[in-house]
């Protein structure tokens, strides 16, 4: 089991970044971390991200049972997080924004399917689908995303934002840096011309340098 301390830390530290970054905004957004096979820890429902303390987070079950006495709610979003981990067991931590580019493009119910960036195909395979729109803090969720989790790092969720996983909360972090920033070169590109994107050569090259790793 991981150590709590040192994960409830990581994630107030990531949660602050998110908000002066602009990822969220007021109680948007949620993380989680799991730090043993059935137990996990998320930011509590109704709190900026960008002010976490550690007393605020709360440690549940992959039932999303509260374990420890805490004046605070699991995350509203939490049985999304709960479903991504009862799928990928390589995965320990995730991360939901309103990141405004990966946000504009899940609006507009539009994946990210142009490889423009080779870190985008590195990443990502060059390509992020978008789930059918859910009503938030449902069911509807995690039934929405379910269908790409163990395809996927990353998921736009329909007038909603985004969400990104990975072994650990500083990789689903990153992932979510570069889906944001990915976002944004393609809508930016996009104003004043005709994104190029990869060719299949270019991609299968970029494929190759992830393979050797």
């Not at 996990?40 to 991200?49: E, L």
């Not at 981990?85 to 320990?92: A, L, N, P, S």
Request: aromatic share 8%; net charge neutral; charged share 25%.
């Amino acid at each position: 089991m991981q150590d709590i301390r040192s994960v409830k830390s990581q994630i107030c530290r990531i949660g602050r970044i998110m908000y002066e970054r602009g990822y969220i905004s007021g109680p948007d957004g949620n993380i989680s971390v799991r730090i043993d096979k059935d137990k996990i820890i998320t930011t509590p429902s109704g709190v900026s991200k960008g002010f976490l303390s550690e007393d605020m987070l709360v440690l549940i079950d992959m039932e999303g049972k509260i374990l420890e006495k805490t004046d605070y709610k699991p995350s509203s979003e939490i049985k999304m997080h709960l479903k991504v981990y009862q799928e990928r067991e390589d995965i320990g931590a995730c991360v939901h924004a309103h990141s405004p580019y990966a946000t504009t493009f899940a609006v507009l119910r539009k994946p990210l399917d142009k490889p423009i960036l080779a870190e985008s195909v590195f990443i990502f395979g060059g390509y992020i689908p978008v789930a059918p729109f859910a009503t938030p803090s449902t069911v509807e969720v995690p039934e929405s995303i379910a269908p790409f989790i163990k395809e996927y790092d990353a998921v736009l969720l329909s007038n909603h934002g985004v969400l990104t996983y990975d072994k650990d909360l500083e990789m689903a972090f990153y992932k979510l840096e570069i889906v944001e920033f990915w976002a944004k070169i393609l809508f930016l590109s996009s104003q004043i011309g005709t994104p190029q994107v990869l060719s299949p050569e270019e991609i299968q090259k970029v494929l190759s340098l992830r393979k050797s790793k």
